[in-house]
Nanobody, 121 residues
Framework: HVQLVESGGGSVQAGGSLTVSCAYSNFGTGMRCMGWFRQVPGKGREGVAVVYSDGSTGYADAVNGRFTISKDSAKNTLYLQMISLKPEDTAMYYC????????????????WGQGTQVTVS
């Protein structure tokens, strides 16, 4: 079965940087899209960044220019590099995969990881 395991979360001061990772496995014929989403208590899960199988990327307006999504297929790992972090970036960050198409909408994802907490103070 598909597995997504996030790591790299932690606490950082405002203005700092952090990179979170997602190790994936058992994709079979492959996933067309992978992405990062985040959620704070009491709010819905929101899309942060996605990367399509052809390498094209998409970002939420709130993180565009500060976050970079990338994928290393040789290592089966998805990354989210975050710079100039703000307190409002504090959230649980989730890795997701989608078999067909690409979307920043959480409801359209097919598979999810367990999440990694990022706290910016």
């Amino acid at each position: 079965h598909v597995q997504l395991v996030e790591s790299g979360g932690g606490s950082v001061q405002a203005g700092g940087s952090l990179t979170v990772s997602c190790a994936y496995s058992n994709f079979g014929t492959g996933m067309r899209c992978m992405g990062w989403f985040r959620q704070v208590p009491g709010k819905g899960r929101e899309g942060v960044a996605v990367v399509y199988s052809d390498g094209s990327t998409g970002y939420a307006d709130a993180v565009n220019g500060r976050f970079t999504i990338s994928k290393d297929s040789a290592k089966n790992t998805l990354y989210l590099q975050m710079i100039s972090l703000k307190p409002e970036d504090t959230a649980m960050y989730y890795c997701a995969a989608k078999a067909w198409g690409c979307s920043l909408r959480a409801a359209r994802q097919d598979y999810w990881g367990q999440g990694t907490q990022v706290t910016v103070s």
